[in-house]
C-alpha cells in the first residue's frame, strides 16, 4: 500500500495538534497550564511558552492563508511574531490564544484533506519555481514539532512537567 504526501502530512499534523505518537502533541503540552505558567520566562532573552503559541497560530495561520490563496507574501520580522505587548495575563486571554491556535490546526487539517493531492507539487506562486508546497507543509509540521519541544522544555524548567496523574 503506498502511501500519499497528503496522508503522511494530515498524519504529521494531527501528531503535532492532538495525536500524541512519537512525542506529545501540543493539546497535551498545554494542557493544565494556568496564564502566570504560559506567560513564565526563564530570563528576559527568552520565549515564554504564551509567546510560542501566538508565534506557531501567526506562522500556521499566514501559511494556511497562503495555501488558501489569501494572502500574498510580504517581509515579516519574525521577532515580532512572539510579541504580547500590553497584553494582560489572564486566564480569559491564554485561553482565547490556545484557541486560535488550536482553530487553524483543525483549518489546516481540514483544508489538506479537501485539497486534490496534486496541489501539494504546485509551485507557491510568492517563492518561484522550485519551492512546492509539499516542501512547504513539511516545514510548517517540523515548526510545529520544534517548538513543541521547546515548550517541553519551559514546563520542565518551571516544574509544571511531567503531568500529575491527578
Known amino acids: 500500500m503506498t502511501i ?5 502530512f494530515l498524519d504529521q499534523l494531527a501528531a503535532s495538534h492532538n495525536d500524541d505518537s512519537w512525542f506529545p502533541s501540543l493539546q497535551t503540552a498545554l494542557d493544565r497550564l ?3 505558567q504560559a506567560a513564565w520566562r526563564e530570563s528576559p532573552s527568552m520565549n515564554s511558552i504564551w509567546q510560542l503559541v ?14 488558501r490563496n489569501e494572502i500574498t507574501y510580504e517581509k515579516i520580522q519574525n521577532d515580532t511574531t512572539f510579541l504580547m505587548d500590553h497584553m494582560e ?8 490564544d490556545v484557541d486560535a491556535l488550536n482553530r487553524v490546526l483543525t483549518d489546516w487539517r481540514s483544508t489538506l484533506a479537501e485539497c486534490p493531492e496534486t496541489r501539494l507539487d504546485e509551485d507557491i506562486p510568492m517563492l ?11 516545514n510548517v509540521c517540523t515548526h510545529n514539532a520544534y517548538h513543541i519541544g521547546q515548550i517541553l522544555i519551559i514546563r520542565k524548567k518551571q516544574g ?5 496523574e491527578t
Open 54 to 67: 501566538r508565534h506557531l497560530t501567526f506562522w500556521n495561520q499566514t501559511w494556511l492563508n497562503r495555501f
Open 89 to 96: 495575563i489572564t486566564e480569559e486571554n491564554w485561553k482565547s
Open 34 to 36: 494556568t496564564a502566570d
Open 4 to 8: 500519499s504526501k497528503k496522508e503522511v
Open 128 to 138: 518561484g519555481q522550485g519551492a512546492k508546497w509539499w516542501g512547504a507543509i513539511s
Open 160 to 164: 509544571s512537567w511531567p503531568l500529575s
